[in-house]
């Protein structure tokens, strides 16, 4: 029978599920926690009927006391965590006992996202309850086990609907939580963000041939690379916003100045200025290049900022603003000021000099021109390293795969709104300001949405 194998497929997802959440906080990393109240938010909406259960903890900086979701009309209260201790339980409920809940919810569940133990002392529980609140801790304590088996007895569409939702997080399909989601309605329209943001760059871009000993009168492939080699040869040094092609060297930096740092680079009577429209739409190869030198001074700019290019990845990743540092945390606005955690080094619990993991915020980028008009996409992302290099880590596919498959819309939009609000706050007056256009600079001032309607 096709209900069946729904049951056994939901058993089997759940109990993956758990699995996965035992190795992720084996090795610090809670941010699955997070995205599984939402999780079993719609999963306790199928199962037990609770119609309008919801994460208390949507707003931002908002962390609800001793419990995570409710259902304000069923009056029950659900505590989602992935500690299985009897102090986690006994704290939560002296949470709920400070802060007055159980006047508001009448029963109270734990659900432990590993396994629960094998038993819990009621004497212990009782004592903290103290008559004010009525819970059980066999019934009311639960796991995947319990799910599994309220599933087997639910009417054939709660499972369906639970597996649906698993899979919208365990596997990426479009299944979201809210009955709206299962038969969505052609109005209202829904907003929907593109992840875009307008540039701005300075109005004149400089040309110069460089000196035929740099490539030492050899055809040389990687031009940039060679140029880079003889700077290093002379005991020098470049910024990285400049880009070179065909022998010639490009930047927004004024080759005219006489503190240019390309002085000893190029033939000083070849310098060229030029409005950057008319070297782009030359043809798809020049605009190539000036993508490449977008990139080039974005990379100059992130750097001062320790946000580091791994060009073979592809990625800006966020470096802690010492490297002893093991957390570094960017504030932004959104709704109200937050902070994120871009950069954190944990540590074997058992040898606390023995660094577990070592995680980055990250994000690619890529430059499109439309309309004449030009914007950097910006693509949120995880990077894992090793050592002092910071090296990719090869254990890195597997966690960052594991964080993707449970991540949301809301979070990856949120993570896009953060990169937006800390890249235009780096420096008012340069980096992100219509009024930078005369300076070597990347600039970005406008998010972009459009309306659509949902069919």
């Known amino acids: 029978m096709k209900h069946i194998g729904i049951i056994n497929q939901f058993r089997e997802e759940l109990t993956a599920l758990s699995q996965e959440v035992e190795s992720a906080v084996a090795m610090g990393h809670f941010d699955i926690n997070k995205i599984c109240e939402d999780v079993f938010c719609g999963i306790f909406k199928s199962l037990y009927g609770f119609e309008n259960l919801g994460n208390l903890n949507e707003d931002e900086q908002q962390n609800f006391p001793g419990t995570d979701l409710a259902d304000d009309q069923a009056r029950v209260a659900i505590q989602v965590t992935s500690d299985k201790s009897l102090d986690k339980i006994k704290d939560s409920l002296e949470k709920i006992i400070k802060h007055k809940l159980h006047e508001k919810y009448d029963r109270i569940i734990f659900y432990i996202l590993t396994r629960k133990q094998g038993s819990y002392s009621a004497a ?93 009168g050899k055809k040389v492939r990687n031009q940039r690379k060679a140029v880079g080699n003889y700077v290093r040869k002379l005991g020098q040094s470049l910024p990285s916003d400049y880009e070179v092609s065909g022998g010639r060297l490009i930047t927004f930096r004024n080759l005219e100045a006489g503190n240019s740092p390309f002085a000893s680079l190029i033939d000083e009577g070849t310098v060229e200025p030029f409005a950057p429209a008319d070297y782009y739409t030359i043809d798809a190869g020049h605009e190539r290049v000036f993508k490449s030198l977008l990139r080039f001074c974005l990379q100059q700019k992130l750097y001062r900022q320790r946000v580091l290019w791994k060009h073979q990845e592809g990625l800006f990743i966020f470096l802690p603003t010492v490297d002893s540092d093991n957390l570094r945390m960017e504030s932004w606005v959104g709704q109200k000021k937050s902070r994120r955690t871009v950069f954190e080094r944990r540590f074997n619990r058992n040898a606390a000099s023995k660094v577990l993991s070592t995680k ?75 009024d930078a256009v005369l300076s070597p600079s990347l600039v970005s001032v406008r998010f972009w949405s459009l309306v659509v309607v949902v069919i």
């Open 124 to 216: 212990s529980i009782e004592k903290i309850c103290k008559g004010e609140i009525s819970f059980d801790v066999s019934s009311d304590s639960l796991d995947f086990t319990d799910l599994a088996t309220k599933a087997a007895t639910a009417s054939p569409a709660s499972p369906k609907q639970a597996v649906d939702i698993l899979g919208s997080y365990t596997r990426g399909c479009g299944v979201g939580l809210a009955a709206q989601d299962f038969d969505p309605p052609k109005e209202p329209p829904e907003t929907l963000c593109a992840n875009l943001l307008e540039l701005y760059f300075p109005r004149t871009l400089y040309i110069a041939e460089i000196l035929p000993e740099v490539f030492d």
């Open 360 to 434: 980055h915020f990250s994000f690619a980028v890529s430059f499109v021109c439309a309309s004449d008009e030009w914007y950097v996409s910006i693509m949120p992302d995880w990077f894992f390293s090793f050592g002092d290099q910071y090296r990719y880590s090869h254990f890195g596919d597997k966690l960052i795969s594991g964080l993707k498959r449970m991540e949301k819309n809301r979070s990856v939009f949120d993570q896009f709104r953060f990169l937006c609000s800390w890249l235009r706050d780096l420096d008012s007056e340069d980096l992100f300001s219509e």
